[in-house]
């Protein structure tokens, strides 16, 4: 089992960042792909970026590229999330993932889900 729980959601204004955290525990941190995904009030969940297990391989959302950025630290079981030039559309619960590379890119059935940190972004 591995559980995930993220940190470092908030409000911020327009134009604003926030960096998100997702400590692992339970299974080698290093043996998984991890993602972030988030979900909009009334919209389904949506996957925003994916990291390899050795961090040499991301990908992302095209709504976020050039803004959001994910790394992962496997010293510290620890991926993250930086977002800059944060925009209201960026407002969301944000989730952290684990699972092999290949599921994170099709965002189905994930094998671990964290709980969930709010991003709330101000126009």
């Known amino acids: 089992q591995v559980q995930l729980v993220e940190s470092g959601g908030g409000l911020v204004q327009a134009g604003g960042s926030l960096r998100l955290s997702c400590a692992a525990s339970?299974?080698?941190?290093?043996?998984?792909?991890m993602g972030w995904f988030r979900q909009a009030s009334g919209k389904e969940r949506a996957f925003v970026a994916g990291i390899s297990r050795g961090g040499g391989t991301t990908y992302y959302a095209d709504s976020v590229k050039g803004r959001f950025t994910i790394s992962r630290d496997n010293a510290k079981n620890t991926v993250y999330l930086q977002m800059n030039s944060l925009k209201p559309e960026d407002t969301a619960v944000y989730y952290c993932?684990?699972?092999?590379?290949?599921?994170?890119?099709?965002?189905?059935?994930?094998?671990?889900w964290g709980q969930g940190t709010q991003v709330t972004v101000s126009s």
């Open positions: 339970g299974r080698t941190f290093s043996s998984l792909a």
């Open positions: 993932a684990a699972d092999t590379f290949a599921a994170l890119r099709v965002g189905v059935n994930l094998a671990y």
